[in-house]
């Protein structure tokens, strides 16, 4: 990489994979999870999610280029970790706390990423793109906290039990 636009793209490439990825383990985390609450949480962050692709494929396509050709390795190896925990046998609560846990982690993730890309688009004045942006990292912190509040004002009490 030869400069700030050359990052944006190649950063950029890595979130679209991420997020496709995510499109592809959202259903299975849903499945898994025993909870109707934590089955909707998931489910209407796939859609969600199918958004931010739209958004990022919009960004690419205002930029003449393509999104595709970088692999997301650590949106990978999340996932990985969250499929090891619906493959766990157990008490359903715990593991709807582990799910809980496994879909922060990537959350963390997103919001990092997201943060990183925003500042990108704003100092090399891709305003369009910049506001995207935002409203996707908006949406990931929202997702965030809600799973936050699932976790501590419900799924983990009744695993605690």
């Keep these: 990489m030869q400069n700030l636009q050359e990052l944006y793209v190649h950063q950029l490439r890595d979130l679209y994979?991420?997020?496709?990825?995510?499109?592809?383990?959202?259903p299975k985390m849903a499945e898994a999870a025993s909870t109707d609450d934590l089955k909707q949480a998931f489910e209407h962050h796939l859609e969600q999610t199918r958004g931010h692709v739209k958004r990022i494929e919009e960004i690419f396509?205002?930029?003449?280029?393509?999104?595709?050709?970088?692999t997301c390795e650590g949106m990978q190896g999340l996932i990985k970790e969250g499929q090891k925990v619906m493959k766990k046998d157990g008490d359903?609560?715990?593991k709807d706390a582990a799910l809980i846990?496994?879909?922060?982690r990537v959350e963390h993730y997103e919001?990092?990423?997201?943060?990183?890309?925003c500042t990108y688009a704003e100092q090399l004045s891709e305003n369009d793109a910049h506001?995207?942006?935002?409203?996707?990292l908006d949406e990931e912190k929202n997702t965030d906290s809600k799973l936050t509040d699932l976790a501590v004002n419900r799924i983990n009490q009744k695993a605690k039990s």
């Design 17 to 26: 994979s991420a997020e496709t990825q995510l499109v592809d383990a959202l």
């Design 61 to 70: 396509d205002a930029m003449g280029e393509s999104p595709q050709g970088e």
């Design 92 to 94: 359903q609560m715990a």
């Design 101 to 104: 846990a496994a879909a922060q």
């Design 111 to 117: 919001i990092a990423a997201y943060g990183t890309v």
């Design 131 to 136: 506001q995207k942006l935002t409203q996707t």
